[in-house]
């Protein structure tokens, strides 16, 4: 059983960054699905982006260009790392695997196991 624990979730200005990890224990995140999910209140969950496990990168049309998405092998982590951060990335943000897919999956049922969540306040 994968466990995923998020850190790096705190209050920031719009225009500046955070950085989020997410580090995966009982498997080898460089063979999964990572997606990174945000849901702020009264809204569903969404798809932020997400790496699969031959490096890809995709992301959400909302963050595209102020996001990005890394991974550390050794330490068995991804990274968000967010940049020119708005009020409307105000959310709880979760990362997730998907240890049975191929290719990146867009909707939080199709992954198997999910982080903790960490909160992101962008103040304005």
């Known amino acids: 059983q994968v466990q995923l624990v998020e850190s790096g979730g705190g209050l920031a200005q719009a225009g500046g960054s955070l950085r989020l990890s997410c580090t995966a224990s009982?498997?080898?995140?460089?063979?999964?699905?990572t997606g990174w999910f945000r849901q702020a209140p009264g809204k569903e969950r969404e798809f932020v982006g997400g790496?699969?496990?031959?490096?890809?990168?995709y992301y959400a049309d909302s963050v595209k260009g102020r996001f990005t998405i890394s991974r550390d092998n050794a330490k068995n982590t991804v990274y968000l790392q967010m940049s020119s951060l708005k009020p409307e990335d105000t959310a709880v943000y979760y990362c997730?695997?998907?240890?049975?897919?191929?290719?990146?999956?867009?909707?939080?049922?199709?992954?198997?196991?999910w982080g903790q969540g960490t909160q992101v306040i962008v103040s304005s």
């Open positions: 997730a695997a998907d240890v049975h897919g191929w290719d990146i999956n867009f909707l939080p049922g199709d992954y198997d196991y």
């Open positions: 009982g498997g080898t995140i460089s063979t999964l699905i």
């Open positions: 790496i699969i496990w031959n490096g890809n990168t």
